[in-house]
């Protein structure tokens, strides 16, 4: 609701602004023609702002995610790029619309007077664009950090306030010709005063790369640590304990959630449901779901927890940790030994079966549903491709290798 209701707000707001403009314009003489005119304006202005809010919408994910997980570094880089791309993207539609301002308008209606006049009012609206374009990103922003009351302020202050109020103003002081700039005005004076706010925002978010810079950095532990990334089914936690039973160190599997839970205060449940799985393999519906006003959801505080865990495992001792992200969180923590386990699906299909007992549904669904909640997971965190060789030492087929000779390399590659 505190995400939704700002944009509910908003698409109420255009649907008002475009009444009473319109509504205004019916008064003067030729109201028809205006309105018409006008209403051309409009439906291009549509396609403008339904592409801008697309690609606002389209960055909400990563922005959501990074700030949860307080990867302060990471939301910034993604805001700079989107900020790149709308003003990219408006500058050039806003030159298209000044060089041919009547040929766009002749796509809508095919009235002479009304072109005429519908050329003069979208020249003179399409320098909204600009404004238009970049005030949807920073409203986005603020939606996916969790500042619903910023976002709502912001809606209501550009079509609820300013809008209604410049309408009658211009039309009282110019006129026809003042209610056309109304929009540019309006969606100019609005992202002044969003960028305002988005940088005091930035201050602080500069402020966590900066005191995360300032850290110490963690010395990296002389322990080995065997990181094992798996597909599901292909019998990587076997090979996790064999290779830690063989080499006379701790397995850390489905000892992680307790420890997880522990450290984050949440249920053991919880832990055990989503340690390693997204929600959802849909972006956005993992962005904004039950995220706090701070940003952060009960999954981003899991896994900084999960973080803190395993990294207080590989200072403490050599290990094989199983899964969780370790091969990316040991990264400069620890000398680590990356492995990749996987197998084809018939291999996979038929393990899950035989040796989990798993037959309440289609092995092949099963399998596909795992791999892509955890490849989801893995990639939302880590920005890091799931699966792709070159993030791996070692990427071993259990299906055709075998389970103990997978256990053997490993092993003999850990001691030498």
């Known amino acids: 609701m505190s995400v939704g209701f700002p944009a509910a707000v908003s698409v109420l707001l255009v649907s008002v602004s475009i009444s009473v403009l319109n509504g205004l314009l019916l008064n003067h003489e030729g109201g028809n023609i205006l309105s018409a005119a006008y209403g051309v304006a409009s439906k291009c202005g549509t396609i403008a702002l339904h592409i801008s809010i697309g690609i606002a919408q389209g960055v909400m994910p990563l922005i959501g995610y990074n700030y949860g997980a307080k990867n302060h570094k990471r939301v910034h880089e993604v805001c700079n790029l989107s900020f790149v791309v709308l003003l990219v993207f408006s500058l050039l539609f806003l030159v ?25 009012f979208i020249r003179r609206w399409s320098w909204c ?6 005030f949807n990103m920073y409203n986005s922003i603020f939606q996916a950090v969790g500042k619903w009351k910023t976002s709502l302020l912001l809606a209501v202050l550009r079509l609820g306030v300013i809008f209604t109020i410049l309408s009658f103003v211009m039309d009282a002081l110019f006129g026809v010709s003042g209610l056309m700039w109304v929009q540019a005005i309006v969606d100019t004076v609005s ?20 005191n995360q810079q ?19 089914g292909s ?26 839970a522990a450290e984050s205060g949440l249920a053991k449940e919880f832990i055990e449901k989503h340690e390693e799985y997204a929600a959802t393999t849909h972006l956005y519906d ?12 009960d999954t981003d505080k899991m896994w900084l ?19 969780r992200c370790a091969d990316y969180i040991l990264r400069d923590v620890a000398d680590c030994l990356t492995v990749f386990i ?16 798993q037959r309440q549904e289609s092995p092949a669904k099963r399998l596909h549903d795992k791999d892509e909640r955890r490849k989801a997971y893995y990639e939302l965190y880590t920005g890091i491709q799931w699966g792709q060789v070159d993030n791996y030492e070692l990427c071993l087929d259990s299906g055709k290798i075998g389970i103990n000779r997978c256990v053997d390399m490993i092993a003999d590659l850990y001691q030498h």
Request: proline fraction near 4%; glycine fraction near 8%.
């Open 286 to 297: 993992n962005a904004v779901a039950g995220r706090d006003r701070f940003g952060q959801s």
């Open 191 to 210: 992202c002044l005063i969003a960028m305002v706010l988005y940088h005091r925002f930035k201050k602080s978010v500069m402020q966590e790369i900066h």
């Open 235 to 260: 019998g990587g936690r076997t090979i996790g304990k064999e290779v830690a039973a063989r080499l006379n160190i701790p397995c850390y599997d489905g000892e992680l959630i307790e420890k997880i």
């Open 305 to 323: 927890a999960q973080k803190k865990v395993i990294t207080d495992l590989a200072n403490a001792g050599p290990c094989v940790i199983v899964g």
């Open 342 to 357: 996987h197998a084809s699906d018939e291999q996979r299909a038929e393990r899950i079966v035989s040796v989990y007992g």
């Open 214 to 232: 300032e850290k110490p950095i963690t010395q990296p532990t002389s322990n080995r640590i065997i990181a094992i990334c798996r597909e599901f």
């Open 96 to 120: 298209i619309v000044q060089l041919i301002p009547e040929p766009i308008v002749r796509l809508f209606i095919n009235h002479e007077e009304t072109i005429e006049v519908g050329g003069e």
């Open 129 to 134: 664009v600009v404004g238009m374009s970049l």
